[in-house]
Nanobody
């Protein structure tokens, strides 16, 4: 399974960006889809995730500013980022917990990352 993230770029403080992640390969079901980020010199951290039933969870630092959504028919996930801050600057990675066969175990796949830079 391959994930392709897109939508990163440079934006000023207070601006917005929308990230998208598409999937390809053999997929029976995707349980959880999400976004992580890694800022320079820091560990990778969870930003948000969404289950196949629509339940979402956000890191406290982005709660109320970011919105995660998914299109189950297209096996894609999106992250709308509003009111961006310089601290949001990072490489953003999408993830998907994929079953490649009915009843099979979940395997987490990662996208290649897309850079988001927020200028002050």
């Amino acid at each position: 399974v391959q994930l392709q993230a897109s939508g990163g770029g440079l934006v000023q403080t207070g601006g917005s960006l929308s990230l998208s992640c598409t999937t390809s390969g053999t997929i029976s079901r995707i349980n959880v889809m999400g976004w992580y980020r890694q800022a320079p010199g820091k560990q990778r951290e969870m930003v948000a995730y969404i289950r196949d039933n629509g339940i979402t969870r956000y890191d406290q630092s982005v709660e109320g500013r970011f919105t995660i959504s998914r299109d189950n028919a297209r096996n894609s996930v999106h992250l709308q980022m509003d009111s961006l801050k310089p601290d949001d600057t990072a490489v953003y990675f999408c993830t998907a917990d994929v079953q490649t066969s009915p009843g099979g175990g979940n395997v987490r796949s990662w996208g290649q990352g897309t850079l988001v830079t927020v200028s002050s």
